[in-house]
């Protein structure tokens, strides 16, 4: 029996190896739908133009960059959101906006390396990241009206690429900035964890690694469906 889940934990490792580099965004499009998944991310043969909602966020995104990096001011229409980026500043700590992480898989641990890397297994990109010594912040903006849908294993995923970039780094306080509606979703971290922070979502990788192996990708009818670019899909309503 012993032996038995060893291969299977082995055979899972090298086809996790194999897997296309994953990134939170790219695993949501397949928790969503495993055929749009594959057209975005698998075949490359659909384009998503995004939304309005997603320019929107690139526009927050982008001044809270500016702001935090250089003292750009602030454009009116963000201004809602002054003060918790001014609190962000007065942080104490070396700064880092739109900072992008790799990491690599072997064995079983994770390395660092290159975003754009040949091995790299996950991508992520932290909207801000403060090192102060020991200590750090991790902050990931959200332009959604409420947090009643927060997902804080985001950023378990980025405290994990943290402590494994920065290793001097033993504690993360972090935190989903919900800037519209004034909303800190918190939460701590601590270096002797790494490891379980990067396999928050061992479940969803392996279902996708079983749509891999055996190339199927089940499309799944929603109210999403209304919007998404897969035209040749029979679910699709635009």
């Known amino acids: 029996m012993g032996n038995s889940q060893s291969s299977k934990n082995d055979a899972y490792q090298e086809r996790n190896n194999n897997m296309t580099a994953w990134s939170y965004s ?6 969503q739908c495993p055929k749009k998944y594959y057209h975005l991310k698998v075949a490359k043969d659909v384009k998503d133009k995004g939304s309005s909602a997603m320019y929107y966020g690139n526009e927050v995104h982008k001044a809270a960059e500016l702001y935090i990096k250089e003292g750009t001011p602030i454009p009116a229409k963000f201004k809602f959101m002054a003060k918790s980026l001014d609190a962000l500043r007065n942080i104490k700590g ?8 790799g990491l ?12 754009f890397s040949q091995d ?8 801000l990241l403060i090192v102060d010594e020991d200590k750090a912040y991790l902050v990931d903006y959200k ?7 927060a997902d804080t294993k ?11 970039h920065y290793p001097e780094v033993k504690t993360i306080k972090s ?9 800190f979703i ?7 964890m790494r490891k379980s922070y990067l396999t928050v979502f061992d479940d969803e990788l392996e279902r996708l690694d079983v749509a891999e192996q055996t190339e199927v990708w089940n499309a799944v009818d929603g109210p999403l469906c209304a919007y998404c670019p897969v035209t040749s899909c029979e679910h699709n309503r635009r």
Do not use: M
Not at 104 to 115: A, I, N, Q, V
Not at 120 to 127: E, K, N, P, Q, S
């Open 26 to 31: 790219s695993l949501s499009t397949f928790k």
């Open 94 to 101: 070396e700064k880092h906006c739109e900072i992008r992480f």
């Open 104 to 115: 690599t898989k072997e064995g079983g641990d994770y390395s660092p390396t290159g975003f």
């Open 120 to 127: 790299v297994w996950w991508r992520g990109i932290a909207d």
């Open 143 to 149: 332009t959604g009206k409420n947090a009643k849908y």
């Open 154 to 164: 985001q950023l378990d995923l980025l405290a994990g690429a943290t402590f494994t």
């Open 175 to 183: 935190a989903l900035a919900y800037v519209v509606s004034n909303e």
């Open 186 to 192: 918190k939460k701590e971290h601590t270096s002797d």
